[in-house]
């Protein structure tokens, strides 16, 4: 059972374009979470989305950011007009139930490193 | 104000000594989740408590669950070289109604000197 993919690893954008993140979860697994971690930084959530609908996106700034997770094919994060401060290393995690459940867990990718240049 | 603390943030000891890491928080938490990072890589998840006072050992690790569900902390017993990490603690379903993802605190950087 292979684990959360994530691709690309590294990711190199001039300020103005456009990124795109991908994210395929475990099998089975249908609660897709993205998180951002800047050097010397703890993980911070974005988004939680769930199959085709976008659950919670309190962490996720309001321009420039969007996330999606279709029925078919992986969640993607997508950031518009890049900028420097967008750089960091960007984690999807998955899991099977919903983790404020308590009796699940969330495993996570090996993350897209962004650089903006 | 972060949610979840760490500490200590740093950590450097030598081969063979003890240690602990602590997870604090003024609220209360569903499960709690302990993953261990490595420079480049995604976290893996090491242990997952869920019950109040709960302890659950993977070999030389001892992972606890406050009665509160409020706190948790790693103990390493005997610390080798392979325990260098990155060591975060993780909420999910906090009573501050937080969101709902898991809640991380900055974690520890435990370096253990041959």
Redesign the interface.
């Known amino acids: 059972n292979a684990g ?1 993919m ?1 691709n690309p690893r590294h990711l190199v954008r001039r300020r103005g374009q456009e990124a795109r993140l991908r994210c395929s979860p475990m099998k089975g697994h249908s609660h897709v ?1 993205w ?1 951002r971690q800047l050097p ?6 974005m988004v ?1 989305l769930q199959k085709e609908n976008i ?2 996106e ?2 996720m700034p309001k321009e420039r950011f969007s996330a999606e997770f279709p029925k078919e094919g992986p969640s993607i994060l997508r950031i518009q007009q890049v900028v420097r401060g967008d750089s960091a290393a960007y ?1 999807c ?1 998955s899991s099977p139930l ?6 699940t ?7 897209t ?1 962004l650089t903006v240049v | 104000t ?1 949610l979840l603390e760490q500490s200590p943030q740093f950590l450097s000891i030598q081969e063979g000594e003890n240690l602990t890491v602590y997870c604090n928080s003024s609220s209360v938490f ?2 709690l ?1 302990w ?1 261990r990072q490595e420079p ?6 090491l242990v ?1 408590v ?1 019950t109040g006072g709960e302890v659950k050992k993977l070999k030389r690790l001892t992972f606890q669950f406050g009665d509160a569900r409020k706190d948790s902390s790693l103990h390493i017993t005997a610390a080798q070289p392979g325990d260098t990490g990155l060591y ?1 603690c ?1 909420g ?2 906090d009573s501050g109604g937080g ?9 520890t950087h435990l370096i253990i000197q041959p």
Request: glycine fraction near 22%; aromatic fraction near 18%; avoid cysteine.
């Open positions: 959360v994530q979470y998180y010397e930084e703890g993980l911070k959530f939680y659950i919670d309190s962490g984690f995690a919903f983790l404020a459940g308590g009796n867990e969330a495993f996570f990718g090996q993350g490193r | 972060q569903s499960s989740q993953y480049g890589e995604g976290p893996v998840l997952t869920v975060l993780a999910a379903g969101a709902d993802g898991l809640t991380f605190g900055k974690g």
